[in-house]
Nanobody, 123 residues
Framework: QVPLVESGGGSVQAGGSLRLSCRAS????????LGWFRRAAGKEREGVAS???????NYADSVKGRFTISRDNAKNTVYLQMNSLKVEDTAMYYC?????????????????WGQGTQVTVSS
C-alpha cells in the first residue's frame, strides 16, 4: 500500500487560487506517475493533470493555462496549483499514483488513491 493523503481543499470565490498537496508514505513514490482527478456532483471522475517520474506533464483541456502540477520527490509530495478558479471546478479532488501509467487520464491505470479533498468555487 502507498497511502496518499490530500490537503489544501476549501472554499474560494471564482477567480481565486488554491494549492492542493498530496503526500505519499513510500519512498518508491519518486518513480511513480502521479495524477489528480476530480469528480463533480453527478458526474464521472475525470483526469485533471498528471506528472510522470521524468517530470512530463499532461493536463485536461479545461484546466490548461490555469492549473499546474508539480512534484517534490524529496518530500514524497505532488502539488496542484489552481489559479483563476471557476465555478465549474467545484468537485472532490483525488490524487492517484501508479508504477506505470499508459493513458494518463484513465483512472484504471492508477493503483493507489487518496481519500479526496473538496474544492468549492462560488460565484
Amino acid at each position: 500500500q502507498v497511502p496518499l493523503v490530500e490537503s489544501g481543499g476549501g472554499s474560494v470565490q471564482a477567480g481565486g487560487s488554491l494549492r492542493l498537496s498530496c503526500r505519499a508514505s513510500e519512498n518508491t513514490f519518486a518513480s511513480y506517475c502521479l495524477g489528480w482527478f476530480r469528480r463533480a456532483a453527478g458526474k464521472e471522475r475525470e483526469g485533471v493533470a498528471s506528472i510522470d517520474g521524468d517530470g512530463y506533464t499532461n493536463y485536461a483541456d479545461s484546466v490548461k493555462g490555469r492549473f499546474t502540477i508539480s512534484r517534490d520527490n524529496a518530500k514524497n509530495t505532488v502539488y496542484l496549483q489552481m489559479n483563476s478558479l471557476k465555478v465549474e471546478d467545484t468537485a472532490m479532488y483525488y490524487c492517484a499514483a501508479g508504477p506505470w501509467v499508459g493513458v494518463w487520464d484513465r483512472k484504471e491505470e492508477y493503483t493507489y488513491w487518496g481519500q479526496g479533498t473538496q474544492v468549492t468555487v462560488s460565484s
